[in-house]
Nanobody, 126 residues
């Protein structure tokens, strides 16, 4: 069982930055692939980024590529999403998720994740 707690969301102006964190419980955290997804009001949940269990491979949605960076610290059971050059369209609730699939392009799909956090709100004003 893995429990995930996100933090770091907030209100920021367009062009600004935020860093989201997701702290995980469980001694097997380092074996999980991790992902960030987001859901804006009235829209479906969408993939943002994923990282392999070693941290050596990352995957990004085209809409955030070059602006967001996903990293992990397995010693701290924590993953981070550094978000730069934020745009109003990045406004959403951001969810951290953990997958028993440690690596692979299927980490882009929400159905591959077994554990989800409760989400943190990110609001980008224009």
């Amino acid at each position: 069982q893995v429990q995930l707690v996100e933090s770091g969301g907030g209100l920021v102006q367009a062009g600004g930055s935020l860093r989201l964190s997701c702290a995980a419980s469980g001694r097997t955290f380092s074996t999980y692939g991790m992902g960030w997804f987001r859901q804006a009001p009235g829209k479906e949940r969408e993939f943002v980024a994923a990282i392999s269990w070693t941290g050596s491979t990352t995957y990004y949605a085209d809409s955030v590529k070059g602006r967001f960076t996903f990293s992990r610290d397995n010693a701290k059971n924590t993953v981070y999403l550094q978000m730069n050059s934020l745009k109003p369209e990045d406004t959403a609730v951001y969810y951290c998720a953990a997958s028993l699939r440690g690596v692979g392009v299927r980490l882009r799909y929400g159905s591959e994740y077994q554990y989800w956090g409760q989400g943190t709100q990110v609001t980008v004003s224009s």
